[in-house]
């Protein structure tokens, strides 16, 4: 089973709304870690945001947030006002410490803001 | 600029041979992390050292070797290239106690294996 899914190849948004990137993960860990990355055209890595699987509040960056519902096993990124310099690859991954704190990524949502 | 540093840039090599990429963490970052990310197989974490020591590993292959030296540089050596192993190579670097788990991404080695 896939660790990391991410089920929106390519979104699309309208500059200054909000939008939201699906993430779920499976493990069995109790102790693991969720991150979001963005990768523009340019090739550059950035890390967004974090989330611990102890962490009683939804982690929150500027205008990322993470929208982290334990339960479903989803975390999700939500970007508010969306800006043209958004328009990127993003990645989810996680970190499990059962697996010796190996990181496991998904494939991608292509996030593409109009302007 | 993350403060990160990789070199070289850009890597053009044959079938059979070896490299290596360095990489130099943001002043004061103990962690130095290794990701590949190719078109087959995305975005894959090799291995992970903090202050010298290996710390966690991922789907690095034998073929690879990675060490973290005392001035905290890192190098990731790839021998008996595969045309597979065209790939960007990422290192990244944390600090001790981040602040949220925060890396520092440096921007990539391109590899082209032909």
């Known amino acids: 089973a896939q660790k990391i899914t991410q089920t929106q190849p390519g979104m699309f948004v309208q500059e200054k709304e909000a939008v939201t990137l699906d993430c779920t993960y499976d493990?069995?860990?109790?102790?693991?870690?969720l991150f979001w990355y963005k990768q523009p055209s340019s090739g550059e890595m950035i890390f967004l945001i974090y989330q611990g699987s102890y962490d009683q509040q939804n982690a929150t960056e500027g205008r990322y947030s993470l929208n982290f519902q334990k339960a479903r096993k989803s975390a999700n990124l939500v970007i508010s006002a969306s800006q043209l310099g958004d328009s990127a690859m993003y990645f989810c991954a996680m970190r499990e410490a059962y697996t010796g704190n190996q990181f496991y990524f998904g494939t991608g949502t292509s996030l593409t803001v109009i302007p | 600029d993350s403060g990160v540093t990789q070199t070289p840039k850009h890597l053009i090599t044959a079938t059979g041979q070896r490299v290596t990429l360095r990489c130099s963490p943001r002043s004061g970052d103990l962690s130095v992390y290794w990701y590949q990310q190719s078109l087959d197989q995305g975005l894959q974490f090799l291995i992970q050292?903090?202050?010298?020591?290996?710390?966690a590993k991922g789907n690095i292959l034998e073929r690879f070797s990675a060490q973290q030296f005392p001035d905290l540089h890192s190098e990731l050596n790839l021998s008996s290239l595969e045309l597979g192993d065209s790939a960007l190579y990422f290192c990244?670097?944390?600090?001790?106690?981040?602040?949220?788990?925060?890396?520092?991404f440096g921007p990539g080695t391109r590899l082209t294996v032909l």
């Open positions: 990244a670097s944390s600090p001790p106690g981040g602040r949220n788990n925060e890396q520092f």
């Open positions: 050292y903090y202050n010298g020591e290996e710390r």
């Open positions: 493990t069995s860990d109790p102790s693991y870690g």
